[in-house]
């Protein structure tokens, strides 16, 4: 059993979707070469839909600190979490402008890629797994896994979640492998690119449950 992050999400419809499931946290991402960017408006309007009802999440990739200002000005989302290669000092600098805290993405493919998780724990309010994406992909999105299974009894200062290639049908075996408290969704849950389907949202959110 895990709280869940439905993320990527684009619609009105998806955002209540994720809402009625019970997902804790909704993300919104915020980085034009992803199909699931949004303008400044549209992040707004999503955000506002979602307030008070979920935490919500802006998502950033090497984001310089106006876009991070601007963001935390006109949306005011719960969390901001980064998404690309930022430094643990830039993960810093970037902590002023989050509400409730900052998450802090990292890209794991094989068990030794957990040790740079030291370096953010003193920085980031949560940390997020991911697998590493292809040479030429996106940061994340790529529904791509790792081995949950190298999480299994690892400890970290901070509260983390498992994403990466997670869906409906993967979800419950995802969380016994990992031991995983916190999960992630993007495509798992999509009709197509940027498209949440919010039947499947439904599922996942009922598989976080078993």
Known sequence: MAEAKICGVTTPEAVDAALAGGARFIGFVVYPKSPRHLSRD?????????????????VTVDADEELLAGIAAYARPDWIQLHGSESPGKTAQAR???GRGLIKALGIARSADLAQAAAYEPVADMLLFDAKPPP???????????????????????PWFLSG???PENVAEAITA?????????SGVEAAPGLKDPSRIAQFLAATRV
């Open 178 to 186: 990992s031991g995983a408290a916190l999960v992630d969704v993007s």
């Open 165 to 167: 290639g997670l869906n």
């Open 96 to 98: 002023q402008y989050a």
């Open 42 to 58: 549209k992040l707004a309007a999503l955000v506002e839909r979602a307030r008070g009802r979920a935490e919500t999440v802006a």
């Open 136 to 158: 030429d992909g996106l940061p994340g999105g790529n529904a791509l896994a790792f081995d949950w299974a190298i999480l299994a009894g690892q400890r970290f200062s901070r």
